[in-house]
Structure formats: C-alpha cells, structure tokens
C-alpha cells in the first residue's frame, strides 16, 4: 500500500438555503481511487468546485469520508485514534499563509509546531534551521513574517510543516494568493522538498505550468477523476482538457496549434526548451 490510499472515497454535504432549510445533498468528491506511493509528486487540477480542495482535506483528517475509505501510511483517517499520528504524517499547507502564521519572529513561527509535539529544544532549533535551509528562508530567520512578501511568508508557512517530519505534505492551492514570482519560488521549494528530501508532495492547483515536473497528475470534475496519467499524456490532451475549462501551458497550446497545421512536431510538448528543440529539428 503506497503513503496515501484513497478507495471509492465519497464525500457528500447537505445544501441549506438562507434559512436554513434543507435543499439538496452535493456530492462533493465521488468515489475516487488514488494510490500514492512514498516519494512520489502527485498533482491535482481542477477547476474551483472540481471537488479538489474537498478532496485534499480528507488526507489531512479534515474530513472524513461519507462513504470509501483514506489510508495514510496504513492508518484509516475514521480511527480516532491515530488522528494526531495522521495530521503529523502528512502535513497540510493552505492558500493564505497568514491563516498559518502564528509566531512574531520566523524561527519562532517555525518552530511553534515541534515545540508542541513535545520534540526537545536542542532538536527543535536544527529542525528549525534544516527546514528553513530547504526552503531558501535561513536568511530571514530573526525578521518578522509581517514584513516579508506574500511568496516568502508561505515559504515560512512550507517550513513550519516541514519542521514536524512529515512523510507527505499537501499544499492547497499554495501560490493562488501570490504573483508570478512568488508563485516560482514556492514551486521551486516545493519541488526541492521532493527532490533532495524525498517528501511526498501532493499539490492542489490550477495552475498548468506548476504541474509539469509531476510524477502524476490527476484532474477532477464534478467530484470524479476525468483524466490521469503523467504531465506528458495529459497536456497530449488539449481538446478535453478545454472542455474542462482549463487551461494549457502557452507553449503547449503553441506546439498543438503548429501540430494542427501540419508541422511535425510531438505531442504533449512542456517547455519552451523542448519547444524550440522540436521546431530546430523540423
């Protein structure tokens, strides 16, 4: 069984009107299969309402199934019992960081989360510096989260998690409230965290360009998983992706368009790097 195993889970909530009565049940997420193995970097796309963020809260023991069953790292997130060994074991990163940003200095932001854990202090400080080094903050260890930028703060936001020792970590929709910069520089921490420290990572997003170094990237609609595979056979998809309503990457669409037209150029194209190699061979 891989770190995070999900099977025919299904979530469903009541809708109510502004008094409170009863209108209809939704179905949120609809029996959906996953199985991620440890080390893996999984993504999730979606549109808002795809059921993604629902979905990402079960991992976490947010929510609990209506029906199917989550496993994390073994453990059923219904069992009481290991619900603190869950939400250690797989850290959740949300789309404000100031929601998540508790402490007046960074270090002591970072490290609130081992303090309560009980870890001791001498480890708390090298958890504290590991976490921080892994994600480009060491530097503004002693300045206050409140004058850093929106990309810096959710970085801090990254490592407070990291500092727990999880095996997986899941950010929802991390870069949403963040410009193009900011956007870059957490998608580069995170993918370190996967690369170098072997972090399972599942990112929540709608963002084409965050997904393509992905080992799998998974795309819901209505609650269901309407496409898997790796970046690569998804964005061969174009069509169906934009009847999604989503979007591709510009160079992709660029490559799909060319393709279109008769230039012999491969499917699925990511990057502009292999874009202009395809184009010089034609």
């Known amino acids: 069984m891989g770190i ?46 795809s059921g993604k963020s629902t979905l990402a809260k079960h991992i976490n023991a947010i929510l609990y199934p209506t029906e199917g069953t989550v496993w994390v790292d073994g453990m059923d997130t219904q069992d009481e019992a290991h619900l603190w060994d869950i939400r250690q074991e797989a850290g959740m990163v949300f789309q404000n960081p100031d929601n998540q940003i508790i402490g007046q200095v960074v270090e002591e932001d970072v490290g609130f989360g081992p303090e309560n854990m009980g870890v001791p202090t001498k480890e708390i400080w090298e958890r504290v510096e590991e976490s921080l080094k892994a994600v480009g903050m060491y530097e503004f260890r002693k300045h206050s989260p409140n004058k850093l930028s929106g990309g810096q703060k959710q970085r801090v ?49 709608h963002y084409m360009e965050e997904i393509i170094h992905a080992d799998m990237v998974f795309v819901m609609d209505g609650g269901h998983v309407a496409m898997e595979g790796t970046p690569r056979e998804i964005f061969s998809r174009v069509d169906e992706l934009k009847e999604l309503r989503l979007d591709v990457p510009q160079v992709t669409l660029l490559a799909y368009e060319l393709r279109k037209k008769g230039v012999n150029l491969p499917e699925g194209i990511l990057t502009i790097e292999e874009f202009t190699e395809a184009l010089s061979r034609v």
């Open 4 to 49: 995070i195993k999900t099977d025919k889970l299904t979530f469903e909530y009541i809708r109510r009107d502004e008094e409170g009565n009863v209108e209809g049940i939704t179905r949120a997420v609809d029996e959906v299969d996953m199985d991620i193995r440890q080390g893996d970097f999984i993504a999730i796309l979606g549109h808002n309402g």
């Open 157 to 205: 936001s990254i490592a407070g998690v990291i500092a727990m020792h999880p095996k997986c970590i899941i950010l929802d929709e991390p870069t949403a409230m963040l410009d193009p910069n900011g956007r870059k520089e957490v998608v580069r921490a995170v993918r370190a965290l996967n690369d170098v420290e072997g972090i399972t990572v599942v990112l929540i997003t």
